[in-house]
């Protein structure tokens, strides 16, 4: 099955600072997304992102397929930034099982 | 505003008692999903529903049921062949199972168990 890793498993930030997360896949995927999940343990969608660059606010993301490779970066980090950033992968086999990384703690302090 | 509303938030139960977590969508979702997340890892599949009165298991279904008889509910009975369901359960819900599959989370529900 797909494999799917991240970096760095934990980060501390102070406010201001940017960050790079990274995400490496095993295999072919043609779904990526990553989701931030809050300290409350609410998982929110950040990106889907399967190719390309995207962004949004402070936050953007890019993915090279065919490097197997994503990165999500956040800039000028806040305190409401902190939590756990997960990437979740799949394939199409007629169903869009999404393989959730183990995650990046961040904790931003002030 | 359309989400997914999970209950109960916090659940304790003795061992051998079976229960059951609640999942509703307001968002016309065909898809849903249940997956458990333990302290410091990622998460796994339960069970999926892609369509009503239609399931399917996940990664790790043993000790688990789910029915689905109306598309904006999907609850999750957690039984007490389960052994370790100890965890934080979220489900989850996409516009469908193919192609650009977008999930929305719930806020979750924590499962202590005595």
């Known amino acids: 099955g797909i494999q799917v890793e991240q970096s760095p498993p934990d980060l501390i930030l102070q406010e201001g600072a940017n960050s790079t997360l990274r995400c490496n896949f095993s295999?072919?995927?043609?779904?990526l997304q990553w989701f931030h999940q809050n300290p409350w343990g609410q998982l929110i969608n950040l990106f889907y992102?399967?190719?390309g660059t995207k962004q949004n606010g402070r936050l953007s993301a890019t993915t090279v397929a065919t490097e197997r490779y994503s990165l999500l970066y956040i800039s000028s980090s806040q305190t409401t930034d902190s939590g756990v950033y997960f990437c979740?992968?799949?394939?199409?086999?007629?169903?869009?099982?999404?393989?959730f990384g183990t995650g990046t703690r961040l904790l931003v302090s002030p | 505003d359309g989400g997914i509303t999970q209950s109960p938030k916090y659940l304790f139960r003795k061992e051998g008692q079976n229960v059951t977590l609640s999942c509703e969508q307001n968002?016309?979702?065909?898809?849903m999903y249940w997956y458990r997340q333990d302290p410091g890892q990622g998460l796994r599949l339960i069970y999926y529903?892609?369509?009503?009165?239609?399931?399917q298991k996940g990664d790790i279904a043993e000790g688990y049921s789910v029915s689905r008889e109306k598309k904006e509910s999907f609850p999750l009975t957690v039984t007490s062949a389960q052994k370790n369901p100890t965890a934080f359960y979220l489900c989850?819900?996409?516009?469908?199972?193919?192609?650009?599959?977008?999930?929305?989370f719930g806020a979750g529900s924590r499962l202590t168990v005595l």
């Open positions: 992102i399967p190719s």
């Open positions: 989850a819900s996409s516009a469908d199972s193919a192609g650009a599959n977008v999930l929305t």
């Open positions: 295999d072919s995927v043609n779904n």
């Open positions: 529903s892609q369509i009503v009165n239609d399931f």
């Open positions: 968002l016309n979702h065909d898809a």
């Open positions: 979740a992968l799949s394939f199409y086999t007629g169903f869009q099982k999404l393989v």
